[in-house]
């Protein structure tokens, strides 16, 4: 079946470096793709939707400046935690419907544990 | 904007037993609804979707939605102990939407 990976699965960082986390859909094409946080006990909540082509579109909230995506190909999308601070520790998640797909078809990555120290 | 509430739990059944996980949805105009199972450090899998009121099983899941109570459930028959996962509840954000709302997740524990 489909699949969406993320890279890399799990970051430690400093305090104040900025970290890139790659999404890619292996076998399909996806002109969008979706960026979800989730915090420990919490409910994934998305933070942004990727547009391959043009500008990524931000949830209410999420800080364009400080979560930089770019989708530089149809099966490709990255998310980059500027100057990231121990707050912004969390479970990062992307999803991808193909472009050809329904509704019921949208497939996550495995995730990126980042922890910031 | 569209809240997906669900109970947290912890729901614990005995192996072999139905478990019974509900959600309530605000959005009344909401058409698709989706079940996802999430195991402890993983990302979420579809476990089921319904978009008609009543009732549609797969295996063991049986999903059922009641639009006029904004209510959608899940039925796990005969419960197995790889069951035990968080599941949420997810409605699209907007008609015909890939992004989701999700709810808080049910935290359900099958006991051998």
């Known amino acids: 079946g489909a699949v969406v990976s993320q890279h890399p699965s799990r970051v430690i960082c400093k305090s104040g470096t900025s970290v890139k986390i790659e999404c890619r859909s292996l076998d399909f094409q996806a002109t969008t793709m979706f960026w979800y946080r989730q915090f420990p006990k919490k409910s994934l909540m998305l933070m942004a939707t990727s547009n391959e082509g043009s500008k990524a579109t931000y949830e209410q909230g999420v800080e364009k400046d400080k979560f930089l995506i770019n989708h530089a190909s149809l099966t490709l999308s990255t998310l980059t935690v500027t100057s990231a601070h121990p707050e912004d520790s969390s479970f990062y998640i992307c999803?991808?419907?193909?472009?050809?797909?329904?509704?019921?078809?949208?497939?996550f990555g495995p995730g990126t544990r980042l922890l910031v120290l | 904007q569209k809240e997906v509430e669900q109970n947290s739990g912890p729901l614990s059944v005995p192996e072999g037993a139905i478990a019974s996980l509900n959600c309530t949805y605000s959005?009344?105009?909401?058409?698709?609804f989706f079940w996802y199972r999430q195991y402890s450090g993983k990302s979420p899998e579809l476990i089921m979707f319904i978009y008609s009121n009543g009732d549609k099983e797969d295996g063991r899941f049986t999903a059922q939605l009641n639009k006029a109570s904004q209510y959608v459930s899940l039925l796990i028959r005969d419960s197995q102990p790889s069951d035990s996962a968080t599941y949420l509840c997810?409605?699209?954000?907007?008609?015909?939407?890939?992004?989701?709302?999700f709810g808080k997740g049910t935290k359900l524990s099958v006991i051998p």
């Open positions: 959005d009344r105009g909401s058409q698709s």
């Open positions: 997810a409605v699209p954000s907007g008609a015909g939407s890939y992004q989701l709302t």
């Open positions: 999803s991808a419907p193909p472009d050809a797909g329904s509704l019921e078809t949208q497939y």
